[in-house]
């Protein structure tokens, strides 16, 4: 099983600011099959990124994924006032399929 | 529009069984690898199962192994996941999701219901 790390746990920033999250797998992801997660309290996950760097439909161009390998990461230009939830990555190249445990982003 | 409109969970027992359904509608549901995912109350995501567009193939969450079967019916658009044995740790808000790419097995999900509450409680 992959396991996927997720870090910081909590990142705390202001509007405006860059966010850079990191997810570490515990052994490579195939063909990079790494997607990153928006979830606001209440709803239903969102896919923001697929495949390490394809934004989904919709998903505004400050959301932007890089990696590979075992390391990955979803950054956000440019922190808009919604943009202050949960965020999640998804390895789904092998089974099991994982997620990583969160980092959930806070306004300092 | 893609919806998807799971149903089905309530409060029951340890030991009980359950069938979950989600309805889908909007989008060529046989031509998509279809999944479960399970929350429990303020925790991160777990993936509980898949199967393929077909229904020929289906891989489980070790947790769930042996005690859930995922399962399709690609005339009446819907997805089941059959919960037999259940235990306290099975509590959590069950989604169902669609794959984003037609017939890919291994696929991020690009759309999710809003998910069904399954409690298991003595």
Redesign the interface.
């Known amino acids: 099983?992959i396991v996927l790390t997720q870090s910081p746990g909590t990142l705390s920033l202001s509007p405006g600011e860059r966010a850079t999250l990191s997810c570490r797998a515990s052994q490579s992801v195939?063909?990079n099959?790494l997607?990153w997660?928006q979830?606001i309290p209440g709803?239903?996950?969102?896919?923001l990124i697929?495949?390490t760097s394809s934004r989904?439909?919709g998903i505004p161009d400050r959301f932007s994924g890089s990696g590979s390998g075992t390391d990955f990461t979803l950054t956000i230009s440019r922190l808009e006032p919604e943009d202050f939830v949960v965020y999640?990555c998804?390895q789904?190249?092998?089974?099991?399929?994982?997620?990583?445990?969160?980092t959930k982003v806070e306004i300092k | 529009e893609v919806q998807l409109v799971e149903s089905g969970g309530v409060v029951i027992q340890p030991g009980g069984s359950l069938r979950l359904s989600c309805a889908a509608s909007g989008f060529i549901f046989d031509d998509y690898t279809m999944?479960w995912?399970r929350q429990a109350p303020g925790k991160?995501?777990?993936?509980v199962s898949?199967i393929s567009w077909d229904g020929g193939s289906t891989?489980y969450?070790?947790s769930v192994k042996g005690r859930f079967t995922i399962s399709r019916d690609n005339i009446k658009n819907s997805l089941y996941l059959q919960m037999d044995s259940l235990r306290t740790e099975d509590t959590a808000l069950y989604?169902c999701a669609k794959a984003?790419e037609f017939y890919d097995f291994?696929?991020?999900?690009?759309y999710?219901?809003?998910?069904t509450l399954v409690t298991v409680s003595s």
């Not at chain 1, 709803?43 to 896919?47: E, K, S």
């Not at chain 1, 092998?94 to 990583?100: A, V, W």
């Open positions: 099983e195939n063909s099959y997607a997660y979830q709803q239903a996950p969102r896919l697929y495949a989904a439909t999640y998804q789904y190249g092998s089974s099991p399929l994982t997620f990583g445990g969160g | 999944y995912v991160g995501l777990e993936w898949f891989y969450a070790d989604y984003i291994w696929s991020a999900s690009d999710w219901g809003q998910g």
